[in-house]
């Protein structure tokens, strides 16, 4: 059984920075490419960095360049690190493979950025 655990989020001042993790069971990530999505209110969940089984990574325009999506395959997780973070990154935070599997969605992480 394939389960995606997200971590890490919280409440942040705009301009911090946090630390979000995905603890995958069930599935190698290294064998994946794997992606963080993020779901705001009200909005449409939205692909934000992706990682391919190669290790090479992209990432959406809104976050590129304050993002860092990595994983260590030895203990089976994904990162991301997100920088200089704004109002406007608040959302809930999930991992899951790209393209994403349905079942395969956890209850994500909620980052909350706000002074």
């Known amino acids: 059984q394939v389960q995606f655990v997200e971590s890490g989020g919280g409440l942040v001042q705009p301009g911090g920075s946090l630390v979000l993790s995905c603890a995958a069971s069930?599935?190698?990530?290294?064998?994946?490419?794997m992606a963080w999505y993020r779901q705001a209110p009200g909005k449409q969940r939205d692909r934000v960095a992706t990682i391919l089984r190669g290790g090479i990574t992209n990432y959406s325009s809104s976050v590129k360049g304050r993002f860092t999506i990595s994983r260590v395959n030895a203990k089976n997780t994904v990162y991301l690190q997100m920088n200089t973070l704004k109002p406007d990154d608040t959302a809930v935070y999930y991992c899951?493979?790209?393209?994403?599997?349905?079942?395969?969605w956890g209850q994500g992480t909620q980052v909350t950025v706000s002074s």
């Open positions: 899951n493979k790209f393209p994403p599997t349905e079942d395969y």
């Open positions: 069930g599935i190698s990530i290294s064998s994946s490419t």
